[in-house]
């Protein structure tokens, strides 16, 4: 079984927030990187938002901490574990921009990143940085396709019909020959890119039923990774059973890779219950690889 983190103290999702977290800081959260990479966990998340509209924040919290920074100082903390951007909205970006930037942190980190990549859904945020709400999925289904060109190459090419370039130099660039991309979404469209474009799925706001009969009608490339949620928050220590069930019924619903929610009281609360998480599922520990 793979796991990865949603990562604390970076967001603010009502009802995943835990009391701790508003006073926890970077201090907190690296010690917490440590551990997970320690403990054999597969991933960390940090989400993308610039400025959220106060009543969208009200729903979805307002605390997104810059997953550029956040990352490149995990990656400083850990030796091992993936750090995944879950997700960029490619609407917010030149590929040239993301190829630079994110190519460099995968070399920093030793090529352990994961591009989480979405298009995107709050209008109003559009609007305030002058992106394109209304065309955004045709915006993102050229950005793929031209991200993959540029992120692994010094000298990248690709003319699509947004974006084109030629005769430029991106150094550095990332050390991965093909940098993972998950595809965020909840529609039929965005499996269709995962699929056409990327390495891995990860949806979210769908019914089980719904999910498995979208994944069994999908022809899925090999290796390809789903990643799903497994609900509410976990509590390895006070409810191990019930822990177990909510990673199993994840992976009966589709998942190759689990991303967990860690209730906690406390960052060193949060710190033991990845440890009976990584018990609980089998991780192997960094030091027996």
Wanted: hydrophobic fraction near 45%.
């Amino acid at each position: 079984m793979r796991v990865g983190v949603t990562s604390p103290v970076v967001t603010a999702l009502p009802g995943f927030f835990g009391p701790w977290e508003p006073a926890a800081g970077i201090a907190e959260l690296g010690a917490i990187a440590e551990a997970a990479d320690r403990l054999g966990f597969d991933h960390l998340t940090c989400s993308e938002h610039v400025a959220v509209p106060v009543p969208i924040a009200a729903e979805r919290g307002g605390r997104y901490w810059d997953p550029l920074a956040t990352l490149g100082y995990l990656a400083a903390r850990t030796t091992r574990i993936r750090l995944a951007t879950q997700v960029l909205v490619l609407g917010y970006h030149h590929p040239l921009e993301i190829a630079k930037r994110y190519g460099t942190l995968d070399l920093v980190s030793g090529g352990r990143l994961v591009l989480g990549l979405g298009v995107g859904s709050i209008e109003e945020e559009f609007d305030l940085l002058g992106a394109d709400y209304a065309a955004r999925g045709a915006i993102a289904d050229d950005a793929l396709p031209a991200l993959r060109a540029a992120l692994s190459t010094r000298t990248p090419v690709y003319d699509g019909p947004r974006y084109s370039f030629s005769d430029v130099v991106v150094e550095p660039h990332a050390s991965q020959d093909r940098v993972p991309f998950w595809i965020g979404g909840h529609t039929a469209r965005s499996l269709r890119r995962a699929r056409e474009h990327g390495d891995g799925w990860v949806p979210f706001g769908l019914p089980r039923d719904r999910l498995r009969g979208m994944l069994a009608q999908a022809a899925l490339p090999d290796g390809f990774e789903v990643v799903l949620g497994a609900g509410r928050p976990v509590d390895p220590l006070g409810e191990p059973d019930r822990t177990v069930e909510a990673l199993e019924r994840t992976i009966a619903a589709g998942a190759t890779v689990v991303n967990v929610h860690v209730a906690a009281t406390t960052a060193d609360h949060y710190v033991e219950q990845l440890a009976a998480l990584a018990s609980l599922a089998d991780l192997t520990p960094q030091e027996e690889k």
